[in-house]
Every structure is written in C-alpha cells, then in structure tokens.
T-cell receptor, first 110, second 115 residues
Framework: GIQVEQSPPDLILQEGANSTLRCNFS?????LQWFHQNPWGQLINLFY???GTKQNGRLSATTVATERYSLLYISSSQTTDSGVYFC????????????FGGGTRVLVKP | EPEVTQTPSHQVTQMGQEVILRCVPI?????FYWYRQILGQKVEFLVS????????KSEIFDDQFSVERPDGSNFTLKIRSTKLEDSAMYFC?????????????FGQGTRLTVV
C-alpha cells in the first residue's frame, strides 16, 4: 500500500516563530488532508489539498502531486498550535481510505 | 456547520465484554469509516462502509469486529470479547465522495479503555 512519511518527527518552537512540516508519499493520490490533533485527542481538519496551495489564517499548505510531497507552513506560531500534525492520503488505487503518516509533534513555548 | 458526532467520549470495559461505539455521520454523506489510534501511535484504518455494506477492511478488522448502520443516521462499531490491546481511541469519519471532493470529516473520538 501507499507509504506516508512525515518530517520532522518532533519540533520545538518559540512563540512567534515560523515552521515547515513535510509529508512525502509513495504513490499518486486523489486525496491529501492535513489534521491537527489537539491535546484532547480530537482530529481537526486543517486542509483538504490533493494539489495546489491553500491558506487559512496563519496556516498554509502546498501539495506538489507530481513530486509526491506536501508542506504545511505555520507562521507566527502560538502556544495553541501545539499538538500533533498528521498528513493523510488516499491512493488512486486504494479507494477512499486514508493512510496516515506518523505525525509531527509540535510544541510551541511561550 | 455539520459535524460527525461520536458517543460515548470515553468507555471503560472489562476484558471479555462487548462494546458498541456509536457515530452519527454528516447527514448527506455516503461513505463511513472507522479508524483507531493506539496511544502514541499513528491513526490506522479499520473499515469503510458504503451502500449498506463493507467496501473495504484492514487486516486489523477481524471477526471480533462488526459494523452496522441500524437506521438512517447511526453507524456503529461492535467489538466482541474485548482484549487489553483493543484499548485505543476510535474515530468515526464520513465523506461525500461524489464528484471530485473526497474530504473526510472525523468525529471527536471514543477513548476505549479495556481493563
């Protein structure tokens, strides 16, 4: 099946810093989503972005499908941005199920 | 804004007991899913459900598990004879998947603890 690798696994930021999280995937995809898992365990949808670029406030994401990677940008980080960020994809040959990466654990310090 | 809702938020059960986790997907969605996340690990696909039948299942989803859509709104996951290793967060999700949009929306999860 499709493989999803996220980097870095852990990230410590000072409040106000910018950061980039990366997601590499091994095959063509028809869906790519970024999630934020908050301290209560909830998965919050950030972006549905199988290709192109989107922005939502301080967050933006870019997927280059032909090169099989996606990037999530966090600008002017806040302590509430702490948590685990997951990338998940569904392969074109694999129906609608999502395969998740291992996540990037982000800690923003005040 | 429509959302996927799950109940209960937390369930503690004795080993060997049966549990039923409940989900109400977004009303106009056609595809329903269960995922699980063992503490500290990645989220894993369990099963997808479409048109009143299982469309795909993972190797985790063995005879211990079953899913059902008992009425027009609920979607349930039953775990028979629970084991300690079934302790995890279980997420329900739904998607429309008609046309080109296949974004999945997740519920807040049910934390299952088997003791």
């Amino acid at each position: 099946g499709i493989q999803v690798e996220q980097s870095p696994p852990d990230l410590i930021l000072q409040e106000g810093a910018n950061s980039t999280l990366r997601c590499n995937f091994s095959d063509s995809v028809n869906n790519l989503q970024w999630f934020h898992q908050n301290p209560w365990g909830q998965l919050i949808n950030l972006f549905y972005i199988p290709s192109g670029t989107k922005q939502n406030g301080r967050l933006s994401a870019t997927t280059v499908a032909t090169e099989r990677y996606s990037l999530l940008y966090i600008s002017s980080s806040q302590t509430t941005d702490s948590g685990v960020y997951f990338c998940a994809v569904s392969g074109k040959a694999a129906g609608n199920k999502l395969t998740f990466g291992g996540g990037t654990r982000v800690l923003v310090k005040p | 804004e429509p959302e996927v809702t799950q109940t209960p938020s937390h369930q503690v059960t004795q080993m060997g007991q049966e549990v039923i986790l409940r989900c109400v997907p977004i009303s106009n969605h056609l595809y329903f899913y269960w995922y699980r996340q063992i503490l500290g690990q990645k989220v894993e696909f369990l099963v997808s459900f479409y048109n009143n039948e299982i469309s795909e299942k993972s190797e985790i989803f063995d005879d211990q598990f079953s899913v059902e859509r008992p009425d027009g709104s609920n979607f349930t996951l039953k775990i028979r004879s629970t084991k300690l290793e079934d302790s995890a967060m279980y997420f329900c999700a739904s998607s429309d998947s008609r046309g080109l949009i296949a974004e999945a929306f997740f519920g807040q999860g049910t934390r299952l603890t088997v003791v």
